[in-house]
């Protein structure tokens, strides 16, 4: 038995996005900025693959930038409109993926000053939280769509419209939004980051939609690529992949809804294990994630256990799941470092079947029970 529930950490790459990605790396090799017919040919599918995204986000193709990943687009839009204004006030979440608070907290060591607003118990930063947090010399407000760990996701539309009455630019890092709404438009945001290892697409590609108008200061320099924003060689194979991927999950009505019902199913069935919580907001959460805090023991045991019966989940972050630290999301909406340890991420995809929620309610009450028995921890509670 395999069960794959850890999507938000990475998934695989769909079979029709690796067949048209294939040509790229071995026949139609060549640079797109190269000034031969090769070369053209190839700049011609990357300007195809500009337009196909372009169209899903309701932008201008020269809106995008394509880069080597989610944590670069975040990079870049900080720091890039960070060095344009060159000083200023930033404001951001204590729920955020580090590339946004390591990136932030940099940029506090250069002599910018920042502020991260604290979220409710289940992760959501209000609108009017931002419009109070709001300076005069304030350069941009940073808050995610979506957290990847406890799959809350937060009001955009209302922050993105504090942001326009007062002129700030908004950021907003979707990497995990790829089941939302992405029309900039609608969403109103000025920035957005997206990746493709989170929508069934390549590794080691993202982009970041930048409005007509905003100034950016570019991170790379050297060969000028993207209109001299963000100079290196484009991954022709990853930026076609990336456009195929998000055109086939904007394709598939369904899929939400069937995860939604699983996701349901199954934070009902754990839910009836003992002292455990669910973490993040009830409704207002990613179709896929199910994040779960059961008292008195550690995630880490679970996950052995877990991986023992051929079940795959996560504490968290991928990018933090080596680290002994409570998650910094955890703690951030108010649970104890001490329960925070006992943290447990399931979140779902394409694979996941009722039968594989199913097995994971067979097996998962007989861990913890097992766990509980061995543990000199009693918490008298979540926070």
């Given at each position: ?18 067949k ?12 797109p900025?190269?000034?031969?017919s ?23 193709p ?32 204590g ?11 940099w940029?506090e ?24 947090a709001i ?19 937060e ?5 993105a ?5 007062r ?8 990497c ?19 990746n ?10 993202g ?30 194979p990853?930026i ?7 055109e ?9 809804v ?34 779960f ?6 995630g ?17 972050s ?12 955890l ?38 029970e ?9 918490l008298?509670?979540?926070?």
């Open positions: 038995m395999t069960i794959y529930l850890d999507y938000c950490s990475t998934t695989y790459v769909d079979p029709r996005v690796v048209v990605m294939k040509p790229f790396f071995s026949k139609d090799f060549a640079n900025n190269s000034f031969h090769f070369g053209l040919k190839a700049s011609k599918v990357v300007d195809r693959a500009r337009q196909s995204i372009a169209k899903i986000l309701n932008c201008s020269s809106e995008i930038i394509f880069t080597g990943c989610g944590t670069e687009s975040c990079n870049l839009a900080i720091k890039g409109i960070a060095f344009s204004k060159g000083k200023g006030h930033i404001i951001t979440s729920v955020e993926h580090h590339a946004i608070l390591d990136t932030v907290k940029l060591q250069q002599g910018f000053s920042v502020t991260i607003l604290k979220p409710d118990k289940y992760g959501i930063i209000l609108a009017d939280q931002v419009k109070k300076r005069k010399d304030t350069i941009l407000v940073s808050i995610m769509y979506a957290n990847n760990e406890i799959g809350t996701i009001p955009v539309k209302e922050i419209k504090v942001c326009k009455a002129n700030i630019l908004f950021h907003t890092d979707a995990q939004a790829g089941l939302l709404e992405l029309d900039v438009k609608k969403l109103g945001v000025d920035l957005m980051t997206l493709g290892s989170k929508i069934y697409g390549p590794k080691g590609i982009l970041l939609y930048v409005k007509r108008g905003v100034r950016l200061t570019p991170l790379l320099h050297g060969g000028g690529q993207e209109e001299g924003r963000r100079s290196g060689t484009l991954n022709v990853g076609v992949g990336f456009a195929k991927a998000l086939l999950v904007k394709k598939d009505k369904k899929e939400s069937r995860l939604t019902k699983l996701r349901d199913k199954l934070i009902k069935g754990v839910l009836k294990i003992p002292r455990t919580y669910l973490n993040g907001h009830p409704t207002k959460r990613l179709p896929k994630n199910a994040s805090t059961f008292l008195d023991i550690e880490e045991s679970i996950l052995l256990r877990l991986d023992d019966k051929g079940i795959y989940a996560s504490t968290g991928a990018c933090t799941s080596r680290q002994l630290k409570p998650s910094h999301v703690t951030a909406v108010g649970i104890s470092k001490n329960a925070a340890h006992g943290s447990l991420r399931f979140t779902l995809g394409k694979t996941t079947t009722a039968k594989d929620i199913g097995n994971v309610l067979k097996i998962l009450p007989g861990i913890i097992d766990l509980r028995k061995m543990s000199p921890v009693r008298k509670g979540l926070r």
